[in-house]
């Protein structure tokens, strides 16, 4: 909607004090005093971009609270449109009773030259209901010097549980659409994997079959020059075939462990465990809960737990230099609690916040998307300890969560 050209009005008042000399090119008359229209100066189209552009509520006032000017922001604040309220007066009709006289003394003092900033008063809208303002007011001159009006802009105050509401929606908004992610992320891994494996683990499997059987063909052959060397070669392609097997599995099972889908999450950490013993020689002791054995959690809980205990089991690996880990898992009131203590060489608190500390961070979102909270505690010399807790159920729709904890110390 465009507005009048009346919202552009400038105003000519005698008895203010260095008034310059202006022309008039039209004169209204508007309550007790006059109104001048200088159409093409550039005060009235720097005046109409402000009008339709700002997201606050603007007023050009005369001296005596008239209502010269009135912007879109002004009629949605108010429920007033601005053909409604032009030549109104302004404290009478939407100030309280209370406001009115120190609203006219800070009138005066801005058009003797003063500026005011953060004057908080109430507006009271066309329903009744009051809006708490936050007003900035100055003079607005005309290009010959001349009082066009006084400028009121008006920022709505928004209570601060309002804002620590919206605060809380838009978080829990994030936390559904990162929760989201997270599975549909979940969902691919896992179908990669089987894709992996049905796929190229057969074809490989094929070929190994295939080698195998030329090399007992060649083994039977009578043994002519260069045979022995293609029998050598055809062993050391089958042993290729072995290692490409292994990667393939070892893959598979990072994108999405076969057990944790068909066993469930503490046959996959027992594995987990025993692959980590294997690799370096270190005790891994497992302590797990008996309830947790028959109790059936939800996929996204045990594959972030399941990943949590990877990484935590692969950073003891390259950086702890432990000969012990244990692995505790427990359940009370409602939650799930991994813990993994190792024996260490320890880690600094600097460390441990490096901004590009990617794994730790890692666990710390894998927790947080599921409502728990993560905590991770080192001494030098004596060990680590991490602990991720999160709900046993899923975690509760948009806005109904629980509150997200994490701690780095």
């Known amino acids: 909607m465009r507005h009048p050209r009346a919202h552009l009005a400038t105003g000519s008042f005698p008895d203010v004090p260095g008034r310059g000399s202006r022309r008039s090119n039209k004169t209204e008359t508007i309550g007790p005093w006059k109104l001048t229209v200088h159409p093409g100066e550039p005060i009235e189209d720097c005046y109409r971009t402000l009008l339709e552009a700002s997201s606050s509520a603007i007023l050009l006032l005369s001296p005596d609270s008239i209502i010269l000017g009135w912007n879109r922001s002004a009629e949605t604040v108010s429920g007033w449109a601005a053909g409604k309220v032009l030549g109104r007066n302004f404290v009478e009709l939407f100030l309280p009773k209370e406001a009115h006289a120190s609203f006219q003394i800070t009138l005066a003092q801005v058009t003797a030259g003063k500026e005011v900033r953060g004057l908080e008063i109430p507006l009271q809208a066309r329903t009744g209901l009051q809006t708490m303002l936050c007003w900035n007011l100055s003079r607005v001159l005309g290009t010959h010097g001349d009082l066009i009006g006084l400028m009121a802009i008006g920022t709505a105050l928004v209570p601060d549980t309002q804002i620590e509401k919206e605060l809380r929606l838009a978080h829990a908004r994030i936390l559904s659409e990162a929760r989201r992610a997270e599975k549909v992320a979940g969902e691919e891994r896992r179908r990669i994997a089987r894709e992996l494996h049905d796929e190229f683990g057969q074809v490989l499997t094929s070929l190994k079959f295939d080698l195998a059987w030329l090399s007992k063909k060649l083994s039977l052959l009578p043994a002519p020059i260069g045979s022995r060397d293609l029998l050598n070669k055809v062993q050391a392609m089958s042993g290729s075939v072995d290692a490409l097997s292994e990667s393939l599995r070892a893959t598979v099972a990072a994108l999405r462990p076969a057990m944790l889908d068909d066993l469930g999450l503490v046959p996959a950490l027992e594995s987990l465990a025993?692959?980590?013993?294997?690799?370096?020689?270190?005790?891994?002791?497992?302590?797990?809960?008996?309830?947790?054995?028959?109790?059936?959690l939800p996929s996204e809980t045990s594959a972030a737990l399941f990943r949590i205990a990877q990484e935590l089991l692969t950073n003891v690996m390259r950086h702890a230099a432990a000969s012990l880990v244990?692995?505790?898992?427990?359940?009370?009131?409602?939650?799930?609690?991994?813990?993994?203590?190792?024996?260490?060489?320890?880690?600094?608190?600097?460390?441990?916040?490096?901004?590009?500390?990617?794994?730790?961070?890692g666990m710390q979102?894998?927790?947080?998307?599921?409502?728990?909270?993560?905590?991770?505690?080192?001494?030098?010399?004596?060990?680590?300890?991490?602990?991720?807790?999160?709900?046993?159920?899923?975690?509760?729709?948009?806005?109904?969560?629980?509150?997200?904890?994490s701690s780095i110390p």
Do not use: W
Not at 367 to 382: A, R
Not at 392 to 397: G, I, K, M, Y
């Open 274 to 296: 025993t692959t980590f013993q294997l690799r370096t020689g270190a005790r891994c002791l497992l302590e797990m809960a008996p309830e947790l054995s028959s109790m059936e």
């Open 326 to 361: 244990r692995i505790r898992l427990h359940q009370a009131d409602g939650r799930v609690t991994l813990e993994v203590t190792d024996n260490g060489k320890g880690m600094t608190c600097k460390r441990m916040n490096k901004p590009n500390s990617f794994g730790l961070r």
């Open 365 to 405: 979102e894998r927790v947080s998307l599921l409502g728990g909270h993560f905590y991770i505690g080192s001494t030098l010399g004596v060990g680590t300890t991490a602990r991720a807790s999160v709900p046993a159920r899923r975690p509760e729709p948009l806005g109904g969560g629980p509150v997200v904890e």
